[in-house]
């Protein structure tokens, strides 16, 4: 069974970091390309951040600079650094796998987690 869990939301205050992790189960990690999505209340989900199966690497415009995906495939766990949060980072954060190439449509994606909350507040 393909599970993605997403863990590390939390209430921060801006300019603080938080790190979200991402963690697969029942299949090998290495095998896709995973993306971080968020959605905001009254706004669409967008792509935050992409990491493929050679690490090539995509960013939102709003996070480049602040953010920092990475994948540890012997932990079959992918991560989402941010730093210098700001309040409109707040957002539900979503992990996602698909196969090919780092789609920016949350539609070619195939498995989703449930979602972790990100709060910045001061």
């Known amino acids: 069974q393909v599970q993605l869990v997403e863990s590390g939301g939390g209430l921060v205050q801006p300019g603080d970091s938080l790190r979200l992790s991402c963690a697969a189960s029942?299949?090998?990690?290495?095998?896709?390309?995973i993306g971080w999505f968020r959605q905001a209340p009254g706004k669409e989900r967008e792509r935050v951040s992409c990491i493929s199966r050679s690490r090539n690497t995509y960013y939102a415009d709003s996070v480049k600079g602040r953010f920092t995906i990475s994948r540890d495939d012997a932990k079959n766990t992918v991560y989402l650094q941010m730093n210098s949060l700001k309040p409109e980072d707040t957002a539900v954060y979503y992990c996602?796998?698909?196969?090919?190439?780092?789609?920016?449509?949350?539609?070619?994606?195939?498995?989703w987690g449930q979602g972790t909350q990100v709060t910045v507040s001061s």
């Open positions: 996602a796998l698909r196969r090919g190439y780092c789609s920016s449509r949350g539609t070619d994606f195939d498995s």
């Open positions: 029942g299949f090998d990690l290495d095998d896709y390309i």
